[in-house]
């Protein structure tokens, strides 16, 4: 009976383990999805904090993924191939998406436990208001147009944490501060445009002299009598190269007309060849250079490029008609060839 006993001792001590454990939290937090239609060269999903925390998640080739993330409470980006999106985690529960990587944005869905749940959808509407209206399109508006749209976003802002009343103030906080300060960010970038536009309109441009994709030097020069649409870009610009699809149909568009599309990458010399490779495996047209020098490239500096995509417009006499032109994705830029009768 002793035998027994201590038997079923140990036995019940082991199922009070096995229960035990089952109940203790995971201290994890898990994320998953299903992405449509991805590219050959996607292989991996970024978790990150700007600055901060940083965790690659394997994209398999039938573009599902999973894994499990330990976490500090709070708001983090992710990047699916040059898109991205905001969510919100929390060890001990799970979230999962899914998408076509083809209309990311409008096929992006969410599903997972309610209160992770919630401060995901909140996060990506807040970061979607963000994008929609610190756009370049909306710095091109006129001041009483642009004024009006720094009050709508001050009205949306806050119909959105109307809308998600519920959510703790914590989780507006960092939002809340931001929000007079990207506007007044914003109206600097704004007045930056204007001061360029005003500096280098209607002077001669800044030439360059840069190795094709085929190895010829190419001159400014070279394309006189012809506008000239340059493209300052690189490889691991996102916003760069989601303007590809548009750039090809200016081109084919234009192909006929008394236009020179110029792409011209700031790749750092290092990534030459995955420059090379990238032209070749996507088939990009017009006529693509490469900046040896980067950002210091006298062309660059000379028009006071900090950011990319920058797109310049250049007359057959060589003089600037817009150092900061709309983008091809942009309908204002075929408004603009209409104009000029291109």
């Not at 009006?148 to 998600?164: G, I, R, V």
């Not at 690189?234 to 916003?239: D, I, L, S, V």
């Not at 060589?318 to 830029?333: F, K, N």
């Amino acid at each position: 009976m002793k035998i027994l006993k201590n038997s079923l001792g140990a036995l019940l001590a082991t199922m009070f383990i096995l229960t035990s454990c089952e109940k203790e939290p995971k201290n994890y937090a898990t994320f998953s999805g299903e992405v449509a239609n991805i590219t050959a060269d996607m292989d991996s999903v970024i978790v990150f904090i700007p600055n901060g925390y940083r965790k690659a998640i394997v994209l398999k080739d039938d573009g599902t993924f999973s894994d499990t993330l330990k976490v500090e409470e709070g708001k983090y980006r992710f990047k699916i191939g040059d898109e991205y999106g905001a969510m919100y985690l929390k060890n001990n529960e799970s979230l999962h998406l899914t998408t076509d990587y083809k209309d990311f944005d409008k096929a992006l869905k969410f599903t997972g436990q309610g209160g992770i749940l919630k401060k995901t959808q909140a996060e990506t509407k807040l970061l979607h208001l963000n994008l929609n209206t610190f756009s370049a399109e909306v710095a091109a508006l006129e001041e009483e147009a642009f004024e009006q749209k720094m009050a709508d976003f001050k009205t949306n802002y806050d119909k959105l944490k109307s809308e998600y009343k519920d959510l703790d103030a914590s989780f507006w906080k960092e939002s809340d501060e931001g929000v007079e300060k990207g506007i007044e960010g914003f109206r600097e970038y704004r007045a930056n445009k204007i001061a360029i536009a005003e500096k280098f309109t209607g002077i001669k441009s800044p030439s360059f002299a840069m190795e094709s994709i085929d190895g010829e030097t190419i001159k400014l020069e070279d394309f006189a009598g012809k506008y000239v649409y340059v493209d300052v870009w690189a490889t691991w610009c996102g916003p760069c190269k989601r303007e590809i699809p548009s750039l090809k149909k200016i081109e084919e568009q234009y192909k006929d007309k008394n236009l020179v599309v110029v792409s011209m990458s700031i790749d750092e010399a290092k990534d030459k060849e995955k420059w090379q490779t990238f032209v070749k495996e996507e088939n990009l047209q017009g006529v693509q250079i490469f900046a040896e020098n980067a950002w210091k490239s006298s062309f660059v500096t000379e028009f006071e490029i900090r950011s990319i995509p920058r797109f310049i417009l250049i007359g057959p006499d060589g003089l600037v008609i817009d150092p900061d032109a709309p983008r091809p994705s942009d309908p204002a830029l075929i408004e603009l060839f209409k104009d000029l009768k291109i």
